[in-house]
T-cell receptor
Framework: GAGVSQSPSNKVTEKGKDVELRCDPI?????LYWYRQSLGQGLEFLIY????????KSGLPSDRFSAERTGGSVSTLTIQRTQQEDSAVYLC????????????FGPGTRLTVL | RKEVEQDPGPFNVPEGATVAFNCTYS??????FFWYRQDCRKEPKLLMS???SGNEDGRFTAQLNRASQYISLLIRDSKLSDSATYLC????????FGTGTRLQVFP
C-alpha cells in the first residue's frame, strides 16, 4: 500500500518568508510525528499527534514553528519568518498508535533558507 | 547528557566480519526500543525492534538491558550492502534517536 508522503520534496525560500510543509500519513495510522535532520546532525524529534491533538509541543525549536493535523490524517508543519538555521530535512512518520508501534517515515522535505 | 548516546564510528570492517554497536539511553521510562538504518541522504528505515529477551533476525541480533539502560546490535557475516548509519532509537512516544553509528564494509 501507499507509504507516508510528503510535499514538497524540496523547498528553497528566502530568509523571513513563511513555509508550509505537508505530510500524508499511511491510511489508518492514528499517530503522526515530525522530525528534523540538519546537515551532519542526528534526527531531532519535534512534535507528535495522536489523532488531531498534540500532547507535547515542547520539542518545537521556537514559537515560529507550529503544526496542525485535521481529520486525523494530513498534517502541516508551518515555519514563520524562516531563518537560515531552519535549513534541514524535515521528516514525517506515522504509526498505528503513538509510542508502541513501528514508525514509517516519509521521504522528507529538504528546506533551504537563503 | 544526550538522551541516547552512540559511538559515531565509523566502523570500517571487511566483508564477512562480525561487528557490534552499543547504545545507552537516559530515560528509564522508555518503553520501546529500535534499531533503524539510514542510507546516505535517505530517510531512516526500521531495521528491527528490540525486545527484553533479545531477538534475532537473520544476521542481526539485538539485545536490551533495562537495568543498565543499554542496547546492542550485532551484525554477523557483514555484507557490502550493510554499509549505512545505524540509529539507536528509544520511544516513550516520539522516537528519540541517537546520532548514529556509521558502518563501512569493504571488500
Amino acid at each position: 500500500g501507499a507509504g507516508v508522503s510528503q510535499s514538497p520534496s524540496n523547498k528553497v525560500t528566502e530568509k523571513g518568508k513563511d513555509v508550509e510543509l505537508r505530510c500524508d500519513p499511511i491510511s489508518g495510522h492514528t499517530a503522526l510525528y515530525w522530525y528534523r535532520q540538519s546537515l551532519g546532525q542526528g534526527l531531532e524529534f519535534l512534535i507528535y499527534f495522536q489523532g488531531n491533538s498534540a500532547p507535547d509541543k515542547s520539542g518545537l525549536p521556537s514559537d515560529r514553528f507550529s503544526a496542525e493535523r485535521t481529520g486525523g490524517s494530513v498534517s502541516t508543519l508551518t515555519i514563520q519568518r524562516t531563518q537560515q538555521e531552519d535549513s534541514a530535512v524535515y521528516l514525517c512518520a506515522s504509526s498505528l498508535l503513538a509510542g508502541v508501534d513501528t514508525q514509517y517515515f516519509g521521504p522528507g522535505t529538504r528546506l533551504t533558507v537563503l | 547528557r544526550k538522551e541516547v548516546e552512540q559511538d559515531p564510528g565509523p566502523f570500517n570492517v571487511p566483508e564477512g566480519a562480525t561487528v557490534a554497536f552499543n547504545c545507552t539511553y537516559s530515560n528509564s521510562a522508555s518503553q520501546s526500543f529500535f534499531w533503524y538504518r539510514q542510507d546516505c541522504r535517505k530517510e531512516p528505515k526500521l531495521l528491527m525492534s528490540v525486545y527484553s529477551s533479545g531477538n534475532e533476525d537473520g544476521r542481526f541480533t539485538a539485545q536490551l538491558n533495562r537495568a543498565s539502560q543499554y542496547i546492542s546490535l550485532l551484525i554477523r557475516d557483514s555484507k557490502l550492502s550493510d554499509s549505512a548509519t545505524y540509529l539507536c532509537v528509544v520511544s516513550p512516544y516520539g522516537l528519540i534517536f541517537g546520532t548514529g553509528t556509521r558502518l563501512q564494509v569493504f571488500p
